[in-house]
């Protein structure tokens, strides 16, 4: 049974720093995507940051790029999201998720994730996601 749980968030000033961390287990396969996710009050839940565990790619929404770097081990766990020079528009609760149906296709589905990819189309595509963090950002 695959379990992914975030911790780290909180409140920071506008300007400062964060990390967020998802503790990773029950993974049988080491072909998948784990992502970053947000979602802000009103707004679709978007990814701002993915890894492909096969070969390492990382992907960062353009807002982000930068500033967020994701980052893991060589057990794959905990996933790490350094956040800097955090803004008011980051504040949302973020989600750690997992997936990847078919052999190969954790650098599409990293790609879709900071591009095209939102909302419910996003939370149908990743089969596991942590239960969230929110990140508060004042001014």
């Known amino acids: 049974q695959v379990q992914l749980v975030e911790s780290g968030g909180g409140l920071v000033q506008i300007g400062g720093s964060l990390k967020l961390s998802c503790a990773a287990s029950?993974?049988?396969?080491?072909?998948?995507?784990i992502a970053w996710f947000r979602q802000a009050p009103g707004k679709e839940r978007e990814g701002v940051a993915c890894?492909?565990?096969?070969?390492?790619?990382?992907y960062y929404l353009d807002s982000v790029k930068g500033r967020f770097t994701i980052s893991t081990n060589i057990a794959k766990t905990p996933v790490y999201l350094q956040m800097e020079n955090l803004k008011s528009e980051d504040a949302a609760v973020y989600y750690c998720?997992?997936?990847?149906?078919?052999?190969?296709?954790?650098?599409?589905?990293?790609?879709?994730?900071?591009?095209?990819?939102?909302?419910?189309?996003?939370?149908?595509?990743?089969?596991?996601w942590g239960q969230g963090t929110q990140v508060t950002v004042s001014s």
């Open positions: 029950g993974f049988t396969s080491d072909d998948y995507a």
């Open positions: 998720a997992a997936g990847a149906r078919a052999p190969r296709e954790a650098r599409g589905l990293c790609m879709r994730s900071t591009t095209t990819l939102s909302g419910a189309r996003a939370i149908q595509s990743y089969d596991y």
């Open positions: 890894m492909s565990t096969r070969d390492g790619s990382i």
